[in-house]
């Protein structure tokens, strides 16, 4: 079955090496490789690997484990931000719209809003569609991606990845990889875990290269900010130590509030019994 890839700036150092053509063939029975934009756990089955955004695991808890060996944590700027026309002291409650934002930016939004920011959401409400007429009157809102590198003409910016840290002391978990049960039995989960290794390994060497595609896919390239670009790509960390793990459970604890996300999460597989993990790390 493929290793699903969330099409998304985060996931760059991963899955443009894989499809690129970057990679070298040496690779011992290769998964197929599926990147779809707004990658969700709907779309991820028993059979799957996927790396997603953090908060889409909450909804695979009981079918899937996570492999801490791979994921996405932010270490400086990050890839959300917050968008309001006066400081953020100033507003005391407003709509919030979320554009085209993942389910890990909603969390962190949540999570955030009061407080750190000390705004309260006008009637609870999070605004996703476009066409809502409400829209007009949110003073907030939330970005993410390349767009998030653009400074506004008007207005003020928050790094919400800088105001995670600053809270809680640890930085967010951008993105994790999952396994299904089937991907555990019959190997994949392993063969998964030794693809994204090599094709980082190949992502932080041309790193460069990521840049300067992320910036031609931008809808202004002109307006990105690289310098903050660059310190965002070579501040990413590639796997789950303790103090990440701890991120996690606490952005779940605090964001998951009025969203479509319970407050859970799949296993580690490294806390799974060793008859239970599956491929190689059964042998652990």
Not at 153 to 164: K, N, T, Y
Request: proline fraction near 7%; avoid cysteine.
């Amino acid at each position: 079955m493929p290793l699903l890839i969330d099409d998304a700036m985060l996931t760059a150092p991963f899955r443009l090496p894989l499809t690129e053509g970057w990679m070298d063939s040496s690779l011992a029975e290769p998964l197929p490789v599926t990147v779809r934009a707004g990658l969700v756990a709907a779309d991820v089955g028993p059979a799957d690997v996927a790396l997603l955004p953090s908060a889409e695991a909450t909804l695979l808890a009981e079918t899937h484990v996570i492999l801490p060996e791979v994921a996405i944590v932010v270490q400086g700027p990050g890839a959300w931000a917050m968008r309001t026309p006066v400081r953020p002291d100033a507003v005391d409650e407003s709509l919030i719209r979320l554009l085209d934002v993942s389910g890990t930016g909603e969390l962190l939004i949540r999570a955030l809003l009061k407080p750190f920011y000390g705004i309260v959401a006008a009637s609870a409400r999070f605004l996703t569609d476009a066409n809502d007429p409400a829209i007009a009157e949110a003073q907030v809102v939330a970005i993410e991606g390349i767009e998030a590198l653009v400074e506004p003409e008007m207005g003020f910016q928050s790094d919400l990845a800088q105001a995670w840290f600053i809270l809680t002391g640890s930085w967010p978990v951008g993105y994790v990889l999952v396994a299904g049960v089937e991907a555990l039995a019959n190997g994949d989960a392993d063969r998964a875990i030794t693809m994204l290794r090599a094709a980082q390994v190949v992502g932080t060497e041309r790193r460069r290269d990521v840049r300067t595609i992320l910036v031609a896919a931008a809808p202004e390239p002109e307006a990105i900010d690289r310098e903050r670009l660059a310190e965002l790509t070579n501040g990413l960390r590639f796997s789950l130590g303790a103090d990440d793990r701890r991120s996690l459970q606490n952005l779940i604890a605090r964001g998951t509030w009025g969203s479509r996300f319970p407050q859970k999460m799949p296993a580690f597989r490294d806390d799974l019994p060793a008859d239970l993990r599956g491929g190689s790390a059964a042998g652990a």
